[in-house]
């Protein structure tokens, strides 16, 4: 089946534990990409990659790393986390990011820090 | 930047009523989708809908690339149904923009 998967689905932790949420999609997508969505602000986009190796900022970066060593795989580091990060993140992939292609969603990660 | 407005923001029907939602967008787009977000968070792709009339099931779109808007239909609803409804667009190769939703409940 193909999706997006994402883990964990829940996390509760401490402000400045180092954490990492996984995105794995079995599609072979160029494209994959973390949004957070907050309350009131919507989905913002955190950051995206088009391709391995490459990685870009997205609107709100700041407290966030990515890494992409394989196409399948685009990680979500949390190096120290606080409690503005509270959020649910999602991750997408899709075979590119143009006209002519769907973006598929994971299910999602609640996250809270306290 | 490209802005994505979506009307109404609230939206209460009775199981069976018909709905409108609509999805309107600041410049040309050539990449156009339909989310429902569920009650336990998950967003689930609904459309691909750049241009034309899609339908699946009771639910069926239809966007108008060169006046910048996009229907959704939803017949007959039912109580799981229910959640917030979401279109996006491309940004410059980037980005999906999400509009801020319309929260449907549907109640029995």
């Known amino acids: 089946e193909a999706q997006v998967t994402q883990n964990p689905r829940y996390l509760i932790t401490v402000t400045g534990k180092k954490l990492t949420v996984t995105c794995s999609q079995n599609?072979?997508?160029?494209?994959m990409s973390w949004y957070r969505q907050d309350p009131g602000l919507g989905l913002r986009q955190i950051y995206y990659s088009m391709n391995v190796e490459v990685t870009d900022k997205g609107d709100v970066p700041e407290g966030y790393k990515v890494s992409r060593k394989e196409k399948r795989n685009f990680p979500l580091i949390l190096e120290s986390p606080s409690p503005n990060q509270t959020s649910l993140y999602f991750c997408?992939?899709?075979?590119?990011?143009?006209?002519?292609?769907?973006?598929?969603f994971g299910p999602g990660t609640r996250l809270t820090v306290t | 930047g490209i802005q994505v407005e979506q009307s109404p923001p609230d939206l209460i029907l009775q199981e069976g009523a018909n709905s409108t939602l609509r999805c309107n967008f600041s410049?040309?787009?050539?990449?156009l989708q339909w989310f429902h977000q569920n009650p336990w968070g998950q967003l689930i792709n609904l459309f691909y809908?750049?241009?034309g009339t899609k339908q699946n099931g009771r639910l069926s779109a239809t966007t108008v690339a060169t006046e910048r808007y996009s229907l959704l239909y939803i017949s007959s609803s039912q109580t799981t149904d229910s959640g917030v409804y979401f279109c996006a667009v491309v940004r410059a190769g980037t980005a999906l923009i999400f509009g801020k939703g319309t929260t449907l409940s549907v109640s029995s």
């Open positions: 809908i750049p241009s």
């Open positions: 599609m072979n997508h160029e494209y």
């Open positions: 410049d040309s787009v050539n990449n």
């Open positions: 997408a992939s899709s075979f590119t990011l143009n006209s002519a292609y769907e973006q598929y």
